[in-house]
């Protein structure tokens, strides 16, 4: 991945890495990579960033999140068993009831770079409408996760699952408190969101 090889591989500086504001006036705009263009927007969304080379790193990180928030004892709401067992160490106390949960521990299936959005649909939610859900989301991905665009999301999603086609497919891509005055966040349901995105490429 391009961006995790700046921070840590070697550097050279090729035309691709010229800031586009000291290339020529009439050259295009050099496109960034995907998973650059993501965390950017991500950031810019409110959403928490932790990078994983390793399971490792990423059962480390997610111990680090419940210690920051004191979430070791409370219940989590949880619909993908897998993430049980991938995070048994931890005897997370699950429930099926939002109400009684402290946070949301899911997976996604798509992460958006166009708008550094999660792509998510029933498979991780039920039927559950975003507003229904804890304000506090953990979410597991990993790199090969990323898509340009919500239409190629939808399209990897049909690809996939073509015995049956997962319903409820919705973004999150608020991941802040929205300021009253900013009428394109009215009325969306802003999360607290923390990704943790393992290395897999």
Not at 51 to 67: G, P, Q, R, T
Not at 175 to 194: E, M, P, Q, V
Request: charged share 30%.
């Amino acid at each position: 991945m391009s961006l995790f090889r700046k921070f840590f591989g070697k550097k050279d500086q090729t035309e691709e890495h010229i800031p586009n504001q000291e290339r020529g006036k009439y050259m295009p705009e050099v496109k960034l990579p995907v998973d650059e263009r993501f965390t950017i927007n991500f950031k810019a969304n409110g959403g928490k960033f932790l990078y994983c080379e390793n399971m490792e790193e990423v059962k480390d990180s997610f111990n680090s999140i419940l210690a920051e928030n004191k979430w070791h004892n409370d219940k989590v709401f949880l619909i993908d068993q897998r993430l049980s067992e991938l995070f048994k160490d931890f005897n997370l106390n699950s429930t099926k009831k939002t109400s009684e949960s402290s946070y949301f521990l899911s997976t996604c299936e798509y992460l958006i770079s166009d708008d550094g959005s999660l792509l998510i649909s029933s498979n991780q939610i039920a039927e559950k409408k975003l507003n229904e859900l804890p304000d506090h989301f953990i979410i597991y991905a990993t790199t090969s996760q990323f898509v340009e665009s919500i239409g190629e999301g939808l399209k990897g999603i049909k690809e996939k699952s073509k015995a049956t086609i997962p319903t409820n497919i919705t973004t999150i891509k608020h991941f802040k408190a929205a300021d009253d005055k900013d009428f394109l966040t009215y009325g969306s349901s802003a999360k607290n969101l923390y990704l943790l995105l393992l290395e897999d490429l």
